[in-house]
């Protein structure tokens, strides 16, 4: 816990009007701002994409590393911290003919429910692989049914592609 | 006593070992005189972690894990105890931690669990035992029940000062046909080996290479071929012997846990069935010292797959010239009570299978009395013969006829030839099978064929089901409660851990409907009521009850069996 000490006003801050006058002025700025057109709320979408902030939290979906090789390894634990269940997963095995045959464990089919995820990033927390992100770019989500909101895994790698990311840790297993 | 003899006991010392005094904690208890000392704390709710110790195997002591502080009482000059105020002996505390395993309580001894110096050697041996383990937790299937996991959370110090390579060792190695082992994750606590030696009588396992090397191997000529091989991946503390059915099929944490027992044999071996959804995916023993102890056969724990097999008959049918067509419950068991109902009783024979429960047995007693005329009805159990093995396995493969017995529904099958004989004679015009197959159970076919009324109940199709008039899908022994009679006569609880599948119902459900389809009396709906009509009307239960039976069972009274 951090306790935030309130600050110590002088006697002309304790009048408020200088927070009212910066107040106005900021409202005074936007104010000419709209009247000569410097500031456009409305964009042309889709045409015109609004800048989508770092951090923002689009859909979840699955990557793999820059060998190709899919991270995910069927842990489940996306599949337990998941709060509405939106995820579900059938845990498989690699053959032992793979190069990967040391990973072992690879999902069989994996589904995120789109029309249930609420976008919280649990699952991208919870990933011990770093195997599943929410990345900002699938932001605008959309089908014509239910079946198409519900993502299988070739649909996920597929959103998800290649994402190279220092930690290697199956390389020297 | 178990139905298997355990080598060892170390959880129950014998009844006429003396009561001694032990200093746990700083409290005065009594226990019996040679009790393990990890025994001894547990009996006080007090828990020494540990690997290698099992309470049915020898002793190791090799995982170091269970050290604790031991305290002896201080002699005086003339070699008798120093007595404190209280008249207790006074303690003299060993200056180095002692192996809780390879101790056994005496009188004046002190155990500290959860001293200073005790915890810091917890924190050594776990730095120690993960030094060379490998990070598999995502994709080991112990984990959730893992000891090294829970253990190293409990009294693990969170860090390491191992920066060296961790050592390599094999993985994936095929050593049965039922078990895969993983030498990394080994912790060489040598249960497996101690099993495979002591219980299973298959010494095939050891300990070869040497130091950091050291591994688990299986003899080069032989392979575990024990049918009593997935118990070791049970006492496994860590996810080095993982069985080859369950892997990597469900993590540990999806598992509903139900307490019910195996229906592969007459042992009744108490289980755990772990489902998810509607889908069984293990079985696993659990502790009854009156049946099963720790253990099961790999037989009887793999033997769940049929009741999720595409064969299962899943809607209630009439044959028609086209095939079966399915039908509505109620309309098909009022149709079924009817053409019961128009037989002479002498010519309906009724197969039942002592796979059954006893309320479902109980319910096929009331179906036959409500039928009943002048004459009685024919009935009969299947008997099921295989090989007892000295260990677990009975020779009798149907797990209730001693139920079946006592209440009278059939006596091992004895009466089955005259079952063949009247039908041939074309005494008995109507079968109703339950759960069983009349063709697998002697009948040939072309007499079936005779019959007038065949009603077939049960859960996978078989020559029967294909002949028979009427379809009834019942449920297996996952999806319906009730109890049963194992070979040494303990009455034991099944509970349902599923629901059963498309439109099957469970069979006390089906049977109900059709004794009151032909104007029976209501036992009642749960298993719980039917129970206690049960024991009110048949002698050799009296005096049991549903909640009483417990998740142990309870003997019959010895004449009774």
Redesign the interface.
Known sequence: MIVVRRPDLSWVEQLYLPGFWEGLKVTWHHFVARLSGKTRVTLQYPEERPPIPPGYRGAPVLVKDEEGREKCVSCQLCEFICPPRAIRIAPGGIPEDSPYAKVEKAPQEFWIDMTRCIFCGYCEEVCPEEAIFLLPQHYSLNGRSREELLHDKAKLYEMGGVLPLPIRKWANK | MALIRNPFDHDLPSADSPQVHVHLDGKWVDVPLGLNVIEVARRFGKLIPHYCYHPKLSIAGNCRMCLFEMGTPKLGPDRKPVLDGEGRPELQWVPRPQIACATTAFEGLGIRTASPLVESCQKGVMEFLLANH??D???CDQ?GECKLQEYAFDYGKGRSQFGEEKVRKP??VDIGPRILLDDERCILCTRCIRFAREIADDDCLGITERGGYNRLSIHPDQRFTSNYSLNTADICPVGALTTKDF?????A??LKETQSICVDCATGCNVTIGSREGFVYRLTPRVNEAVNSHWMCDQGRLGFHPIHSKHRVLEPARRVETGLFPGEWPLVLGQVAESLRKLEPSSLALLVSARLTNEELFLVQRLRESLRGESEIFTEVVPRKGQADGLLRSDDLNPNSKGARILGIGADGEKLPELRKRIEEGKVRALFCLHEDAIGAGVPEEMLERLSLLVWQGILEDKSCERAHWVLPGASFAEKSGSMVNRAGQVQRLHRAIPTPGRAKEDVWILRGLILALGGEDVGQSVPDIFSKMVATTPAFHGFTWSGLGDQGVPLPAQAG
């Open positions: 490998p990070l937790c995502p994709i984990a993985k994936r892997r990597f099929r469900m993590r944490w999806f």
